[in-house]
């Protein structure tokens, strides 16, 4: 309980004023140090909704969601941007860099909100972060001028700026071909082994959850599996890559 | 504040076209705001040099009239002796001089005597005023010295400066004489030593300088004057200047130019009003223009908005970044609106010119002036970006942020 650095705590979120849509009904899990966990599930399932609320963009309808031990849905706006800014990285589907900065000034961005001008050591810092994501001769580009897998390298790249123990990343390999898709998660799995920070990817891609130490999957609102530690057994790795419906099925023909 | 400061820059840079666009809206405005204002400040400068440059700023004079007897008649049983008020004179000038002297804000105290008269000469006879002056003084106001259009500028014993108007009059050239007679009917000869054209017609056609001692022989005054005339630095100072004269010489009348000249001060006035009210104008159309091309930016860069506020950057600091955007661009538009506004300026005084080929009138730039629009301009270019900056401030990231 002490080590949790991600609980969500029976959390419900509903949408619309006139016609109420409860999107969450009721979720909690909680992760811990160095965890590199997933949230799988179909379109509309509420994994965004949910990444939403430990991102601290978003607020819950009902129910408690702590970072770090610090109960986020009593903060003001002011005060989760903060702990957006210092305690949270994130990686976007979509990439998100600024268009108008070099592949340097957006991986120097959280600094720049964070404190201002950077120091010499900030600077290093961010290159030795674009260095990591491999990304050196391209820092003085303007983001425009990066490829889709360039730009989400230098995401994550913004993403570590501040240090963060907590990177939510939204779909990070959505938008790109296999290959690419293949170095970007092995950096983060990299990032989460060198530096120990807490990974949240969200995705709908089963095989790369399947890569993941945990399992969050979530269907209509409700957190139908929790899976955790390693798999030995092919069969027992598909098991777990099978949507959770398709393990129901198994069971009641095996039964 | 850096954080700031550079997004907003580099939000203006890449936006190039329509930065280019508010910048040349703003630089036109202050562009017709400055020249509109320097051309209407540098008109009524010109006018009110024309009327009060070469006169008395503040007269002094004594309360009290005094009855003249102008005529007397007889018949049985009665008399009727016909009396004029007249203007009681000064007595005790050298004194009030002196006291004036005090005054540093004073350029000139010029003691006149002043009354009527008919110059003769041949058939004809002209109504003239004397001013009866000590020349070193009354030059001071008058310039007069500068103003002789013929002959030399002397006044003292018989010599006497005339209106040029009035010499055409009577046919005088600087070295006749001519005869002079008061109202009172004393009359001596004189010398005419120079012309002048004090630049007024009624002025042209009238008056007669001549020494002080010479005038109050001729009006049969000792130790008086007929009044104190004064100028000041600055001409509208005048007013409150006479108000603490009026403290210290309750017995004398005092009057300013501006009481002298209410009307033109009033037209001057609405002058004014009107040209303000086309500058406010200007700039309510400016900061409209602004306030549009910042909105659609602000739709432009909901993306980078949604992206930067959910790094961490408080609602307020992006509202900001657009409120500096408004501010930067106005600051920028001023100085080059104002640089093109004195530049038109400029063009006017060399283009338009009168048939003698010099400029109308002066047109003055008042650094205060500028520097108001120039702050005023900036302020607008903030205001404009005021509801922009607001949807700014209150974009929803998470719509932003899922809809890439």
Known sequence: MDNNIIEVEDVYKTYGDEVETEVLHGVSFSLLENDFAAIIGPSGSGKSTLLNLIAALDKPTRGKVFISGEDITQLDENKLADLRNEKLGFVFQFHHLLPEFTALENVLMPVWISQGKPTREDEEWAEKLIDTVGMTPWKDNLSTKLSGGQKQRIAIARSLMNKPGVILADEPTGNLDTDTSEQVFKLLRNINQEFGTVFVIVTHDRHLAGRTDKIIEIVDGNIVRTLSGSKTDEFEVWDEMAPGYCVEHKKKVEV | ?404
């Open chain 2, 1 to 404: 504040m850096w954080f700031e400061i550079k997004m907003a820059f580099r939000f203006l840079i890449s936006g190039r076209t329509q930065t280019l666009l508010i910048l040349a809206g703003i630089t036109i405005g202050v562009a017709v705001q400055v020249f509109l204002g320097s051309l209407i400040s540098g008109l009524q400068a010109d006018l009110i040099q024309q009327t009060i440059g070469s006169s008395s700023h503040i007269t002094l004079r004594s309360e009290r009239e005094l009855p003249r007897q102008i005529s007397e008649t007889y018949s049985p049983g009665s008399r009727v002796i016909t009396f004029a008020d007249r203007q009681e004179g000064l007595k005790n000038y050298d004194l009030i001089r002196r006291e004036l002297e005090n005054y540093s804000e004073l350029t000139a105290i010029s003691p006149t005597i002043t009354g009527n008269g008919f110059a003769i000469r041949g058939g004809k006879s002209e109504s003239i005023v004397f001013r009866g002056i000590d020349f070193s003084e009354a030059d001071k106001i008058y310039n007069i010295s500068d103003r002789i259009t013929r002959g030399e500028a002397t006044v003292g014993g018989n010599d006497i400066l005339m209106g040029k108007n009035l010499a055409e009059e009577l046919n005088l050239a600087p070295g006749d004489t001519i005869q002079l007679r008061t109202a009172d009917d004393v009359q001596d000869r004189f010398r005419v030593s120079g012309l002048f054209d004090l630049g007024s017609q009624d002025l042209n056609e009238s008056w007669i300088f001549l020494a002080r001692s010479r005038a109050a022989s001729l009006f049969n005054l000792r130790n008086e004057v007929s009044n104190i005339e004064v100028q000041i630095e600055d001409v509208f100072a005048a007013e409150p200047l006479s108000e603490q004269l009026r403290q210290e010489f309750p017995e004398i009348e005092i009057e300013s130019w501006q009481q002298t000249n209410a009307d033109l001060l009033t037209a001057l006035e609405s002058q004014s009003t009107s040209s303000l009210v086309i500058q406010f104008f200007v700039i309510v159309a400016v900061t409209l223009g602004i306030a549009s091309v910042l909105a659609v930016s602000v739709v432009q860069k909901n993306k980078q908005i949604g992206i930067i506020k959910a790094i961490g950057a408080r609602p307020k600091r992006v509202g900001r970044i657009f409120l500096l955007q408004g501010g930067i661009i106005g600051a920028i538009g001023a100085v080059l609106g104002i640089l093109s506004g004195l530049g038109l300026s400029q063009l006017f005084v060399t283009l338009v010119r009168d048939a003698a080929g010099d400029p109308l009138f002066p047109i003055e730039a008042d650094p205060r002036f500028l520097a108001i629009s120039f702050i005023i301009a900036t302020i607008a270019g903030m205001l404009a970006a005021l509801v922009p900056a607001r949807n700014s401030a209150r974009l929803n990231t998470v719509e932003v942020i899922q809809n890439g």
